[in-house]
């Protein structure tokens, strides 16, 4: 699977919107890029996946360049319970599969 | 409906002994996975499971470590003779281990077992 780069850290005010990027420039067409974040002490909850096209649900959109070498996570309205560690994950298709964890973005919503 | 739970949430164990840590997977779900988290680090890699037997356990460091999952739900990993450096966020993950060709499912999360090794 496609090794990814994150910034280390990230700040957004609440109730703006949190734009977290990450670089996946080594993805093959089969991969997918995948989204999970974990709030301090609960383990990892997914948030979005997504293959080329813009997707989007009731928790975040996620923007994939045409080149399909990069991405960025949008919480469009921040809250302090966004504050959590993002982690950007390429997975190539299949049932299941084990997920290969970065160290993530540290996001911290402030008032 | 119950996620998936793991006991116990805390354990505390002295250098050289065995433990064994619990997860009861989302009921259905075939696939169950095992994760380590140390701290500052994301979680690493352990084992998967699909039903009962172990699909992939290529991130086992060693042969101290151990899982089962004789009936196909409820899962235990075995440490034994544990070492100070083992200590760490244990986190089981389920899926459903139903899908096709298309994108890898979604796995849910424990709260995970915090195991320190003193």
């Known amino acids: 699977d496609a090794k990814t780069t994150q910034p280390p850290s990230m700040d957004c005010a609440e109730g703006r919107a949190a734009n977290l990027p990450c670089n996946h420039s080594?993805?093959?067409?089969?991969?997918?890029v995948y989204w999970y974040r974990q709030i301090h002490s609960q383990g990892p909850q997914y948030i979005i996946h997504?293959?080329?096209n813009n997707e989007t649900n009731e928790m975040a959109s996620l923007i994939i360049t045409e080149d399909r070498k990069s991405s960025t996570l949008i919480l469009p309205h921040a809250t302090l319970r966004d504050t959590a560690v993002y982690y950007c994950i390429v997975i190539r298709t299949g049932t299941a599969s084990k997920l290969t964890f970065g160290t993530g973005t540290r996001l911290q919503v402030t008032l | 409906g119950a996620g998936v739970s793991q006991t116990p949430s805390n354990k505390v164990t002295e250098k050289g002994k065995y433990v064994e840590l619990r997860c009861d997977p989302i009921s259905g779900h075939t696939a169950l996975y095992w994760y380590r988290q140390s701290l500052g680090q994301g979680p690493e890699f352990l084992i998967y499971?699909?039903?009962?037997?172990?699909?992939?356990d290529s991130g086992l460091p060693n042969d101290r470590f151990f899982a089962v999952r004789p009936e196909g739900s409820v899962s235990t990993l075995k440490i034994q003779r544990t070492e100070r450096g083992d200590s760490a966020v244990y986190l089981c993950?389920?899926?459903?281990?139903?899908?096709?060709?298309?994108?890898?499912?979604?796995?849910?999360f424990g709260p995970g077992t915090r195991l320190t090794v003193l």
């Open positions: 080594t993805i093959s067409g089969n991969e997918y």
């Open positions: 997504g293959l080329k």
């Open positions: 499971f699909q039903g009962t037997g172990a699909a992939d």
């Open positions: 993950a389920s899926s459903s281990g139903r899908g096709g060709r298309g994108p890898t499912e979604e796995q849910f």
